[in-house]
């Protein structure tokens, strides 16, 4: 890609290596430790799910049991391959069998550790060849319906009940989106455990469960073929059950995924090595699905300025984008994250916009970038929010951008109506068809303001990342150098659930998966 910005391509080069030496230096810590989190998704991806006469979920159960007993650095995998070698019996039943207090997973007699990794192998092989078929599922509902042209227009359903959210996703897609996300209630992420079954009762959002996964996904295959083009489904793959969400979308077809490395550490003060062991098998399941993920860095931008911290925003993600790689996700799957926030009293505050968006897309030519609509300085004046999200628009088309989450009119007043979202797929469409190839007639002055505003921001993170590449990822965020969020390494929520591997550790679906997704 030609560079209308005149960036520095050795500049570009130093801020990257940086980010890949950060990610290999916190990668030595993520590989020697394992969480509650990353051992109940083994348990899940071996069949493993329903809930006991309380409502908690079986893995949990299974996964409680080995931390209880001082097993969790074997891993999940060795204590149910084991016990499958010792009863007999299948996953869901030992689990059952946990549960009513009829096993005890770390006192049973232990097998030949070849003998246990046989087992569970044949076992793992059977689900990610379920999870590669899904993959193929989709490649061949978009060879056949075909998809909308990008941007494509992503919209949010947060009604809380996830048969509404059928509803009013349906007609999303008859309106024209191309991609549907189910807003999580709110403080889901917050919860070591996820709910079981279709549910009806949300928050500012509907609670992400596999079920409420698999009625989505039914529900819009069916709209996909009335409309004739594929539509994605999207969910938070974030919170202290990352790698869960991960496993449970990759089984049900969801095709988007919110997946930052540290987006839960700074704005839900989850614990940072929680989150860093998390987010790096999250990613590998994501990345052998065909999942694109979208990272968090808009979210920098609603606690710090725009302006001044634009920098940080590029830094994050060049490091999210090194954190994938290590996990096997191809730049075609790294939605990295940035947003149209700077606010609207700013002189030629547009042209800064515009900077920052052709910015990200010459740096990340081969990324599906996510970019957001105004929100920190939406006053509930509807009429001015519709113009503004029509500026975000033509920012989007002018810098071709992938995945544009919608601006409403009716941000700050409550949640999107049918009509609300009628209206921005309206003025996206509408801006985006009158425009459609303006990127390619247009050309940036020599010297001027968003040449000059890019090349500034790109030497600061540059900067930045060199100053993390010396001190490490955990003191740069002890130091609170992202997003003015200061998060200690043994403080937030989850730490109690890190435990180091034993050296007879194993996890058998990080090697299936890495091996596929390379």
Same mark, same amino acid.
């Given at each position: 890609?030609?560079?209308?910005?005149?960036?520095?391509?050795?500049?570009?080069?130093?801020?990257?290596?940086?980010?890949?030496?950060?990610?290999?230096?916190?990668?030595?810590?993520?590989?020697?430790?394992?969480?509650?989190?990353?051992?109940?998704?083994?348990?899940?991806?071996?069949?493993?799910?329903?809930?006991?006469?309380?409502?908690?979920?079986?893995?949990?159960?299974?996964?409680?049991?080995?931390?209880?007993?001082?097993?969790?650095?074997?891993?999940?995998?060795?204590?149910?391959?084991?016990?499958?070698?010792?009863?007999?019996?299948?996953?869901?039943?030992?689990?059952?069998?946990?549960?009513?207090?009829?096993?005890?997973?770390?006192?049973?007699?232990?097998?030949?550790?070849?003998? $246990?990794?046989?087992?569970?192998?044949?076992?793992?092989?059977?689900?990610?060849?379920?999870?590669?078929?899904?993959?193929?599922?989709?490649?061949?509902?978009?060879?056949?319906?075909?998809?909308?042209?990008?941007?494509?227009?992503?919209?949010?359903?947060?009604?809380?009940?996830?048969?509404?959210?059928?509803?009013?996703?349906?007609?999303?897609?008859?309106?024209?989106?191309?991609?549907?996300?189910?807003?999580?209630?709110?403080?889901?992420?917050?919860?070591?455990?996820?709910?079981?079954?279709?549910?009806?009762?949300?928050?500012?959002?509907?609670?992400?469960?596999?079920?409420?996964?698999? $009625?989505?996904?039914?529900?819009?295959?069916?709209?996909?073929?009335?409309?004739?083009?594929?539509?994605?489904?999207?969910?938070?793959?974030?919170?202290?059950?990352?790698?869960?969400?991960?496993?449970?979308?990759?089984?049900?077809?969801?095709?988007?995924?919110?997946?930052?490395?540290?987006?839960?550490?700074?704005?839900?003060?989850?614990?940072?090595?929680?989150?860093?062991?998390?987010?790096?098998?999250?990613?590998?399941?994501?990345?052998?699905?065909?999942?694109?993920?979208?990272?968090?860095?808009?979210?920098?931008?609603?606690?710090?300025?725009?302006?001044?911290?634009?920098?940080?925003?590029?830094?994050?993600?060049?490091?999210?984008?090194?954190?994938?790689?290590?996990?096997?996700?191809?730049?075609?799957?790294?939605?990295?994250?940035?947003?149209?926030?700077?606010?609207?009293?700013?002189?030629?505050?547009?042209?800064?916009?515009?900077?920052?968006?052709?910015?990200?897309?010459?740096?990340?030519?081969?990324?599906?970038?996510?970019?957001?609509?105004?929100?920190?300085?939406?006053?509930?004046?509807?009429?001015?929010?519709?113009?503004?999200?029509?500026?975000?628009?033509?920012?989007?088309?002018?810098?071709?951008?992938?995945?544009?989450?919608?601006?409403?009119?009716?941000?700050?007043?409550?949640?999107?109506?049918?009509?609300?979202?009628?209206?921005?797929?309206?003025?996206?469409?509408?801006?985006?068809?009158?425009?459609?190839?303006?990127?390619?007639?247009?050309?940036?002055?020599?010297?001027?303001?968003?040449?000059?505003?890019?090349?500034?921001?790109?030497?600061?993170?540059?900067?930045?990342?060199?100053?993390?590449?010396?001190?490490?990822?955990?003191?740069?965020?002890?130091?609170?150098?992202?997003?003015?969020?200061?998060?200690?390494?043994?403080?937030?929520?989850?730490?109690?659930?890190?435990?180091?591997?034993?050296?007879?550790?194993?996890?058998?679906?990080?090697?299936?998966?890495?091996?596929?997704?390379?």
């Amino acid at each position: 890609m030609q560079s209308k910005l005149n960036l520095d391509q050795n500049l570009i080069a130093k801020a990257r290596n940086s980010a890949k030496n950060i990610a290999a230096d916190t990668q030595k810590f993520i590989d020697k430790h394992t969480t509650v989190a990353v051992e109940r998704t083994v348990a899940r991806l071996l069949g493993i799910d329903g809930i006991d006469e309380i409502e908690t979920p079986l893995p949990n159960i299974v996964v409680d049991n080995i931390k209880d007993g001082g097993g969790l650095g074997l891993g999940a995998a060795y204590w149910v391959g084991n016990a499958m070698i010792h009863t007999g019996k299948e996953p869901q039943e030992i689990a059952e069998m946990v549960s009513k207090g009829e096993l005890d997973l770390t006192k049973v007699p232990v097998a030949d550790d070849s003998k $246990i990794q046989e087992v569970i192998k044949v076992l793992a092989e059977k689900m990610v060849q379920r999870i590669a078929s899904n993959k193929n599922d989709r490649d061949e509902f978009i060879k056949n319906l075909g998809e909308g042209p990008k941007p494509y227009l992503y919209v949010i359903v947060a009604t809380g009940n996830i048969y509404e959210d059928v509803l009013q996703a349906q007609a999303a897609a008859r309106q024209g989106a191309d991609i549907i996300a189910v807003i999580r209630t709110t403080g889901q992420s917050l919860l070591d455990y996820v709910p079981y079954g279709a549910t009806t009762e949300g928050f500012g959002g509907t609670y992400a469960t596999q079920e409420n996964f698999r $009625i989505m996904r039914k529900a819009l295959d069916e709209v996909g073929e009335e409309v004739g083009k594929y539509i994605r489904l999207c969910n938070y793959c974030s919170g202290l059950c990352m790698p869960e969400i991960a496993a449970m979308g990759a089984m049900e077809r969801l095709d988007v995924m919110l997946n930052d490395a540290l987006y839960g550490i700074l704005f839900r003060d989850i614990n940072i090595q929680r989150t860093l062991v998390d987010q790096y098998f999250s990613r590998i399941i994501n990345g052998f699905a065909g999942v694109i993920i979208n990272t968090g860095e808009d979210n920098y931008l609603t606690t710090a300025d725009a302006v001044e911290e634009a920098h940080t925003v590029l830094a994050s993600q060049f490091i999210n984008e090194q954190f994938a790689l290590v996990a096997g996700l191809p730049e075609e799957q790294m939605g990295l994250g940035h947003a149209f926030e700077i606010t609207p009293d700013l002189e030629n505050g547009f042209l800064f916009e515009l900077s920052q968006a052709q910015m990200a897309r010459e740096i990340f030519p081969n990324a599906p970038l996510k970019y957001m609509p105004p929100t920190k300085f939406m006053t509930g004046d509807i009429y001015k929010g519709h113009v503004q999200d029509a500026l975000f628009n033509m920012v989007a088309i002018m810098t071709n951008q992938s995945l544009q989450l919608l601006g409403m009119l009716t941000e700050a007043i409550h949640t999107p109506l049918l009509q609300d979202r009628a209206l921005s797929i309206a003025n996206a469409k509408y801006v985006f068809n009158n425009a459609r190839d303006i990127s390619s007639e247009i050309e940036f002055k020599n010297g001027g303001i968003i040449q000059s505003r890019a090349q500034e921001v790109l030497q600061n993170a540059a900067d930045m990342l060199n100053e993390i590449e010396t001190e490490g990822i955990f003191s740069t965020i002890e130091e609170g150098k992202f997003a003015g969020v200061k998060r200690k390494m043994d403080g937030g929520k989850g730490l109690e659930g890190v435990t180091k591997k034993h050296d007879k550790y194993f996890n058998p679906f990080v090697e299936l998966m890495l091996g596929g997704a390379r």
